[in-house]
């Protein structure tokens, strides 16, 4: 039996026909700015939103971290989400290798931060006080989509105090399908942006960091300082090209995987269904049966990721199908029938 894996949209392996295109790329040594096929896709990217120019490189979290190195010097600041992957899952790397001070905003329920709290937490220009320059976004965050209208308010609010504005669009094209807009829509308030292509794209590896010329140009500058300078990266490259191609408008099918999903275990009792919103769906199980819960649906061949909480984050991916979601259903049912 075929695992199913819910516990990220990162497992999602490349198909045959996304190897085959990987095989068949035309390579270069990408330090040179020689790669064709890297080049193809940083331009491509550019061009679809709304972007001068683009840099591959290996993680979301070194592009969100060369994005503010770029936007920000020693001693500068940037708001971010108290809960955005940016200040709490990427090891404090803006701080550690940047000089650059995180200011933790807290998040309202949706993943927005409240506009009022951004503007209290902008520094006055004085020697005390770092220097704010930045404020970072997510979209998702934890599945979450961010209205176009707060995307617009929050730019005007940062525009009015010469802030730059940078995005963590690990799954902007997940907001993007679950809007039913361009993703250039919500690019187009922000001067960098970061994208995923090994979540629920599917590529194995590799983001894509857009923005000015200038901006680009810095980033690609601390890519190779941060050790990410990558030579005939193009067979990468070439398994994001594919991805955009083909499993961009497919994103759909995990969010109605995923609606239907969180449908039939809100049904359960034993299960509180917190929430579902794009690929992810969030229950709460008995804290005490969570270790007992893991042992029973890897038997089904199931794999979920437990942590200390009794929320368990359901996530849905390419290589979750119908019968998959039906046997995840099956294991659930199961475990809460019998006590
Ligand atoms: C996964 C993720 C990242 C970082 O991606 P890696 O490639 O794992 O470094 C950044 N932001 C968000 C919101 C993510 O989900």
């Not at 404090?92 to 933790?104: E, F, H, K, R, T």
């Not at 707060?150 to 504005?165: E, I």
């Not at 649906?297 to 942590?307: F, N």
């Not at 119908?322 to 199961?334: L, P, T």
Request: proline share 4%.
């Amino acid at each position: 039996m075929e695992w199913v894996d819910l516990r990220s949209d990162t497992v999602t392996r490349p198909t045959a026909a996304m190897r085959a295109a990987m095989l068949a790329a035309e390579v270069g040594d990408d330090v040179y700015g020689e790669d064709p096929t890297v080049n193809a896709l940083q331009q491509r990217l550019a061009d679809e939103l709304g972007f001068d120019a683009g840099l591959f490189v290996p993680s979301g979290t070194q592009s969100n971290l060369l994005a503010l190195m770029s936007h920000c010097e020693r001693g500068d600041e940037y708001l971010v989400g108290a809960d955005a992957h940016t200040y709490k899952f990427e090891g404090g790397g803006a701080a550690v290798l940047g000089s650059i001070q995180p200011q933790p905003i807290v998040q309202a329920a949706d993943g927005s931060l409240p506009l009022e709290r951004i503007e209290a937490a902008i520094k006055p220009v004085d020697p005390h006080f770092a220097r704010t320059r930045v404020l970072a976004l997510e979209d998702t965050w934890h599945g979450r989509t961010l209205p176009l209208d707060y995307l617009q308010a929050a730019h005007d609010v940062a525009r009015a105090h010469g802030l730059g504005l940078h995005l963590d669009g690990a799954r902007l094209f997940n907001a993007a399908v679950a809007g039913g807009v361009p993703a250039r829509e919500i690019a187009r308030h922000f001067d960098t942006v970061s994208v995923c292509l090994s979540k629920g794209l599917g590529a194995p590896v590799g983001s894509v960091l857009l923005g000015s010329h200038a901006l680009v140009d810095k980033a690609r500058r601390w890519r190779k300082v941060t050790g990410g300078g990558w030579r005939q990266a193009g067979m990468l490259a070439a398994a994001g090209q594919y991805a955009l191609d083909h499993h961009v408008a497919r994103l759909a099918d995990d969010h109605r995987r995923a609606a239907y999903l969180a449908g039939r275990l809100r049904e359960i009792a034993g299960i509180d269904l917190l929430g579902q919103y794009t690929n992810m769906v969030f229950v709460d199980v008995p804290a005490g049966r969570l270790r007992e819960l893991d042992a029973h649906l890897r038997e089904a061949c199931i794999r979920i990721s437990i942590g200390y909480l009794p929320t368990l984050r359901l996530v849905t991916h390419l290589d979750v199908d119908d019968d998959g979601v039906e046997r995840v259903v099956a294991a659930f049912s199961a475990f809460f029938a019998r006590r």
